[in-house]
């Protein structure tokens, strides 16, 4: 049976709706394209990283005042790697003085901590038994030299004619002195001598005194020590290297040497140069390093013995790299920068590094010989921010 005409089927109203659906979801899908396409635009330089490089530098607004800075002058430098190693000051002589003869003291002519020549006098035990053998032996020198002439010389022309003559001569007079009794006499008076020298005690070199341990009036034995001279005009300190890096250390190599004890490490005064004296042939197994023998001038006296002293030492020297202080690279957003100095304001710069060692860094890409780089009062400054140099600082790498 038909229906009216003009009438519509439910089979026909069915497909118009099925259509009419179909063209709202291909709509609607097209606007959900829209909208992530909009989004990813807009995230694009989140996502890459590039929205975080320039936030961190526009987030924070360069402050109105002028901030004021330290700076150096990029520069291109052979630059030493340096290891680490503790040790003490010694002095670069020492010994230990005693007295050969025993008796009290009569005399110490010098106070702890006095310089002294080589063969000056630190103390002296009463010696008149030994001043009076010496005058003794002396005297029977002069009887001895008296009869062996009247027996052995002749006038002077004989004496002259027995002086040319070969070594046989010689020989015979010594054979007379002895029989004489003048050689007896002559190491007599040496022997005095000598017992005299027992009683004073002598500096051996030059240098300067330390735990001196008498006292005037004081008895001391024969063999009692009584004080330490030490040679300090120039210092020495053994350090133990690890064997990775004893075998890149030649004797003559630099080393910087920091003495706690006369300030911090920011403090240049408490800083001194040295060299490599010597290097231990041989690496101790157990601990795996190698002893390593530093020298360190010490024209002054101010460095004393015994101190705490930590060694920077140079293995290697890397030849023409571009070399800053640690302290100009600083770590934003995961990334090292510096801030350049231009025409009054300070530039964020993203840097790359290389070597590091001590206070320095190598700085590979990002900047180059001649720039202007903020070394201190640079921590909290903004891109673009304005400065003022207050002083340059010098690339003291040595």
Same mark, same amino acid.
């Given at each position: ?5 003009g ?37 694009w ?7 975080q ?5 526009d ?37 230990? /003085? ?70 046989a001569?010689s ?39 330390a ?11 024969a ?16 350090v ?9 250390v ?52 101010? /460095? ?17 790299? /571009? ?36 206070d ?23 891109h673009?921010?304005p ?12």
């Amino acid at each position: 049976m038909s229906s009216p005409s003009g009438a519509s089927t439910p089979a026909a109203s069915d497909a118009r709706s099925s259509h009419s659906l179909h063209a709202w979801q291909v709509a609607g899908g097209l606007l959900a394209v829209a909208v992530v396409g909009l989004a990813l635009y807009g995230l694009w330089p989140t996502l890459t990283g590039q929205a975080q490089d320039d936030a961190a530098r526009d987030d924070v607004e360069a402050p109105s005042s002028t901030a004021t800075i330290d700076v150096l002058t990029a520069e291109r430098v052979d630059f030493p790697l340096r290891t680490r190693a503790n040790g003490h000051l010694r002095p670069w002589q020492e010994a230990r /003085l005693h007295v050969e003869a025993g008796g009290p003291v009569v005399k110490r002519a010098v106070e702890e901590g006095d310089r002294v020549d080589a063969g000056e006098l630190l103390a002296r035990v009463r010696n008149e038994e030994e001043r009076i053998a010496l005058k003794e032996a002396r005297a029977d020198l002069l009887e001895a030299q008296a009869e062996f002439q009247a027996k052995y010389e002749g006038d002077d022309a004989v004496r002259a004619v027995r002086d040319s003559l070969d070594g046989a001569a010689s020989d015979r007079r010594a054979t007379q002195a002895a029989v004489s009794g003048l050689t007896a006499a002559r190491q007599a008076v040496e022997r005095a001598e000598l017992n005299l020298e027992r009683t004073r005690v002598t500096a051996p070199f030059a240098g300067r005194v330390a735990n001196l341990a008498v006292e005037e009036g004081q008895y001391v034995s024969a063999g009692a020590e009584i004080a330490t001279l030490l040679r300090d005009d120039r210092l020495k300190v053994a350090v133990d290297v690890l064997e990775s890096d004893v075998v890149h250390v030649d004797e003559g190599a630099t080393a910087r040497v920091h003495v706690p004890a006369l300030g911090p490490e920011a403090d240049s005064a408490a800083w001194v140069n040295g060299t490599v004296w010597a290097v231990n042939p041989q690496v101790d197994n157990a601990s795996g390093t190698g002893r390593v023998t530093l020298s360190i001038p010490n024209p002054d006296g101010r /460095l004393v013995s015994g101190l705490y002293a930590e060694a920077r030492i140079e293995t290697r020297r890397l030849p023409d790299r /571009l070399v800053v202080p640690d302290e100009a690279v600083l770590v934003r957003q995961g990334r090292d920068l510096v801030f350049v100095v231009e025409e009054g304001r300070a530039q964020w710069t993203y840097v790359d590094v290389g070597a590091r060692s001590g206070d320095y860094v190598e700085i590979t890409d990002g900047v180059a010989p001649g720039d202007t780089i903020a070394v201190d009062g640079h921590f909290a400054l903004a891109h673009d921010a304005p400065v003022e140099v207050e002083a340059v600082q010098e690339l003291d790498i040595e």
